[in-house]
């Protein structure tokens, strides 16, 4: 069976190598930068982060009130009260999108120490903002979200034909050293690659919508307080802000409740009268992500514990490929996968390289290696493949469009090769 499909799988892991390369290497480059922006994003912002440790500090409602003060009319949305002695309170305000204007407090006597956009649930700060939109869309928007999804659809495929060809030739007396480097690599970078496309699909445009329909189907879903998001009974039209000072009371109640994680956001409602959203927001090991809704007392809660086995587990897969699970082992192993992804990258297209054909593509073997696969086998894998390709989409089209691409090549060599026959046959005039 092995000798049967090792040239259609070397011939088709050549193509998906050459053609999706350049979007796995810039996917793995950016996601090296990103995993070091935590250490960059202190150092770099260390006025807004720190500030002289105290053992005192005024009331957390007396820190909002002064980061309202800067910026009077704004819609108040989060308070991230400071996690431990010598940081700072964060006071988020209303944005465009995920980009929220964030005001940073000195705790200890309620200052204003300056102000930054966060971005997304994560508050993570401009540099890594930048980074991630680069590793996510390439700075384009939605429409750039393409490239990532493309990198994330293939990087499984590519690797998993690695190892079947590793497999196939791994009795052969004698590799070129350049193959086997790029056999050794890609052994010792599998699981984390096949980890990263995974949990990259999660994210993307059109996989990603799959995955949740299926979450969804399969109740696998994150549980979500009921009690915060209830408008009923409450005239939106004209919302009275809920007072800020609140949230001190708020906060009490979450504590009593079992909220004891430093790093928790409290979610202040549209409307006065309704409830209070705090959240934990710890998401290293172990994970403290409770949750509750407080107006007066507590309305609802979720708990982690009580989380489906699968929605733990979609938390903990999505926090370690963003590194921040197991702090900087976590960093350190993403950044060891992301060069291990690079060096594979660069060697498959040296290999390419020694090997082409002085003009042309180049090609590894033959086309045709399909016929001397078993029929049954050969059906059976393009059942498969369809429905890997139904369920990501961006793998689907550019695997047609590859065949297609081979087939137009294919009946161009043919006809080149018959019409230099008849050339040949042909009476030469005299």
Do not use: C
């Amino acid at each position: 069976m092995t000798e049967s499909w090792r040239g259609l799988v070397l011939r088709f892991h050549f193509y998906a190598g050459v053609l999706v390369g350049p979007f796995v290497l810039i996917a793995a480059l950016t996601g090296v930068l990103y995993a070091a922006t935590p250490q960059l994003e202190s150092w770099l912002y260390a006025d807004h982060l720190r500030v002289p440790a105290s053992t005192s500090s005024v009331p957390l409602s007396e820190q909002v009130k002064a980061a309202v003060a800067t910026r009077p009319g704004d819609d108040l949305v989060a308070i991230r009260p400071a996690p431990e002695p010598g940081t700072t309170t964060r006071v988020l305000f209303g944005g465009d999108g995920d980009a929220l204007p964030t005001v940073f407090v000195n705790p200890a006597d309620g200052a204003v120490v300056g102000e930054l956009m966060t971005y997304g649930t994560s508050g993570v700060l401009p540099l890594r903002t930048t980074i991630d939109q680069l590793h996510r869309n390439l700075m384009l928007g939605e429409p750039g979200r393409l490239y990532s999804e493309l990198a994330a659809s293939w990087l499984w495929v590519v690797a998993l034909g690695g190892v079947f060809l590793w497999f196939s030739r791994r009795r052969a007396q004698r590799t070129k050293p350049t193959t086997r480097k790029h056999a050794t690599v890609g052994l010792w970078v599998l699981v984390g690659a096949l980890f990263l496309s995974a949990t990259g699909l999660t994210w993307s445009t059109y996989a990603g919508e799959n995955v949740a329909d299926l979450r969804k189907a399969l109740n696998w879903t994150t549980p979500a307080l009921a009690g915060g998001g209830d408008h009923a009974g409450h005239d939106m039209s004209n919302p009275i802000p809920a007072p800020p000072g609140q949230v001190d009371s708020v906060l009490a109640t979450a504590r009593s409740a079992g909220i004891d994680a430093g790093l928790i956001e409290i979610k202040v409602p549209p409307m006065a009268g309704m409830a209070w959203n705090v959240t934990e927001i710890d998401r290293s090991w172990p994970t403290q992500v409770d949750a509750v809704a407080v107006n007066g007392d507590v309305v609802d809660e979720v708990r982690f514990a009580d989380y489906p086995l699968a929605a733990k587990l979609t938390r903990w897969g999505i926090d370690l490929h963003m590194g921040v699970l197991f702090g900087w082992p976590n960093q350190l192993l993403l950044l060891a996968v992301g060069l291990g992804l690079v060096a594979l990258v660069v060697l498959g297209y040296r290999i390419w390289w020694l090997r082409r054909p002085t003009l042309g593509f180049g090609r590894p073997v033959p086309r045709g290696q399909w016929r001397k696969v078993p029929r049954a086998q050969l059906v059976a894998v393009l059942v498969v493949a369809a429905a890997v390709g139904w369920f990501v989409p961006l793998l689907g089209v550019s695997l047609v469009a590859f065949l297609l691409v081979d087939a137009v090549l294919s009946a161009r060599s043919r006809r080149r090769k018959a019409t230099g026959s008849e050339a040949e046959s042909s009476p030469v005039a005299g």
